[in-house]
């Protein structure tokens, strides 16, 4: 479950494909705004708040388009994805990614801060891990996230969006299936 090549169909499937069709396209993006907002305003709904949201992303959406829409169809499917991700990602620290993946990464950090005290703490984790598996206790969650944790997160009361940049960062570049970035996400399923 924790191989580059699922945890990469991880990030297409559970973060971006909204629409759960199977690939990304302009759609997915259209629904992350409405989503992001929501989020973002803790279920009020705010108009300014919509035109900003679309606005990010439709450019984000504009951007990953060109970088991985290799067969320009207007979709893009996991595999254009993986070969976007190694092409400009693998290997790379987060200052290095083009500008869409950067948007995206802050962007799922303030989705995931539901407190916005600007960490991610194991509350919150717990939360973001719910809401795209099934979990029979919450140990296995607790688990992954002293896993991807260290001592120094722990104390400052969680990960720090830096701190979130570079594990994401690591858990889309990085081939190694045992480091502490693989449990971003939480305890990874295998991907079909």
Known sequence: AYSWDNRVKYVVRYM????DDGFLDKNDFECLAVRNTLIEGRGEFSAADYANNQKIMRNLWNEI???ADFNKDGEVTVDEFKMAVQKHCQGKKYSEFPGAFKVFIANQFKAIDVNGDGKVGLDEYRLDCITRSAFAEVKEIDDAYDKLTTEDDRKAG???LERYQDLYAQFISNP?????????????????
């Open 65 to 67: 388009a060109e970088l």
């Open 176 to 192: 190694n299936e045992s480091c502490s970035a693989c449990f971003l996400f939480g305890p990874l399923k295998v991907v079909q």
């Open 158 to 160: 969680g990960l720090t």
């Open 16 to 19: 971006y494909d909204i629409d």
